[in-house]
């Protein structure tokens, strides 16, 4: 049981790690996205 966790964690870990750029690209955009609408308005 302890096993499958300490399983799971690492994959969780080595997914993130392999998505943080896309992650960040996203983030960025997003806040972008807000900081001209609170500019517009």
Do not use: N, P, Q, W
């Not at 994959?11 to 517009?40: C, N, P, Q, Y």
């Amino acid at each position: 049981m302890a096993e499958d966790l300490h399983y799971e964690e690492e994959t969780m870990s080595e997914r993130s790690s392999e998505s943080s750029d896309g992650g960040l690209k996203a983030s960025l955009e997003i806040k972008e996205e807000v900081g001209s609408f609170l500019f517009h308005r």
